[in-house]
Every structure is written in C-alpha cells, then in structure tokens.
C-alpha cells in the first residue's frame, strides 16, 4: 500500500490582492445602493444599511447586534 506524501505548496489567500482599509463610500454611491434597494422592495436590507452607515458600523459591528428596526407594522422612510 502506497501513500502519497507530496507537500503541495499553498499560496495565500490575499497574494496579489489589496489590504487594509477600504476607502469610505461617496455621497453618489450611498445614494445609488439605497435606491436600488428601494426598488427591489428590500425593507429589511435597506433598514440595516440605513443604521450602518447613519452610525458608522463596520459590518462585522453590525451584524453582532441584532437591533429592533420595526416599530408597529411600519417602517420610517427617509427624506
């Protein structure tokens, strides 16, 4: 019986990508993800983005809380 002992040499996952910190979203691009989330009638995806980037979370930040956005049957809209 024969075993293979060959050691493939793995590569790191992040070889040849950026690290670090991502830049901040503009104005524009805030604006063109609530829309499309409008659109497609995703009260619950736009409610979250509406908290993270009001109070500034990252999204590990926000995904560990677990918030009460609904109050009643309703959402607030935003102006």
């Known amino acids: 019986m024969e075993t293979s002992t060959a ?3 793995r590569q790191p996952w992040n070889k040849g990508k950026l690290v670090g910190q ?9 604006w063109a993800i609530r829309i499309r989330l ?10 979250l983005f509406n908290l ?8 590990c930040d926000l995904m560990n809380s677990s918030p009460t956005l609904m109050f009643g049957d309703s959402f607030t809209l935003r102006a």
């Open 52 to 59: 993270a980037v009001d109070s500034k979370l990252r999204a």
């Open 7 to 9: 050691i493939t040499a």
């Open 22 to 30: 991502k830049t901040p979203l503009k104005l524009k691009e805030i």
């Open 38 to 47: 409008q659109i497609a009638s995703r009260c619950r995806d736009l409610a």
